[in-house]
């Protein structure tokens, strides 16, 4: 059982460089290997962590021949001791952006087809808007509250399609989750296909179409299916299986494909100008697109500053 912990030990004992080197050696699960990324030797690691270990009187790492595992406590230090660092970056970043308010750095989260239908021409205005503010947009996986990056807080925030049963999921639970529009999923082909050229169609004409899609996980392809499943029919079988907006849009604009997508991918993305929407109704349910932050962390002023120029642009829409 651990000892109770003096609170001023830590405080005097402490130092930003001693977490520095916890959270190496967790990510690299070796004492030297960690030593060799932070640059120095591996008893200058170790005997960091040997005074951590005293400070906090619990042991922090087991050892054995094949490395280090953190154990429950050196997991709790790791992650409070990567919120302690945060709010610090995040402290620098507001004191910049109290010196000079254009300047700072914005890092998103977003899957494909969002960056494509929404982002890319907000964030042309955005760039003219704020040229001292940096952007960084990486791929998120979606649907999902599991966002590791932004719990890792190596991303500010994701913009994501979400379920409307997302406010029971247990992930959520230390999540800010703003809704931004309803989408809703439809089925596109391109437009000099023999799909759009037909007077009347159905989903039994599409049963056997060449189907491009993208995961069953996703939003659109599980609409899709409850469709077909609904009119007694069996599944679809996808020929072409991606997440690409830009190969979803040629096979559909250049050959016999059709696919379901989100109907602001459709109506926004440029590369997808030359697709139509088929008169088929997918369900009745739409999906929220959604702001998903930290509820524990503090947005920098860049950040907010992102934010607002999203929900303008957003709002300008509809």
Known sequence: MAKAISQSRVSRRLRFRDLEVLFAVVQCGSMAKAASELGVTQPAVSEVIAELEQTFAVR???RSPQGVVPTIYGRALHRRGLAAFDELKQGIRDIEFLADPTKGDVRIGCPDSIAGAILAPMVQKFCGDYPGVALTIDPV????????ELHARKLDLVVARLDRSYMDDPLGGGLNIEILFDDEAVIAAGANSRWVRRRKIDLADLLDANWVGTSRQTFTTMLLEQSFQENNLPLP??????????VRAHLLA????????PKSMLRLNPECRGLKQLPIKLGRRNFPVAIVTLKDRTLSPPVELFLGSLRTYVKSLT
Not at 141 to 148: D, F, G, K, Q, S
């Open 60 to 62: 922090l790492f087991d």
């Open 237 to 246: 079988k996808m020929r072409v299986m991606t997440f690409s907006v830009q």
């Open 254 to 261: 250049t050959g016999d494909f059709v696919s379901a997508m």
């Open 141 to 148: 996986p979606t649907p999902t509250l599991e966002v590791p």
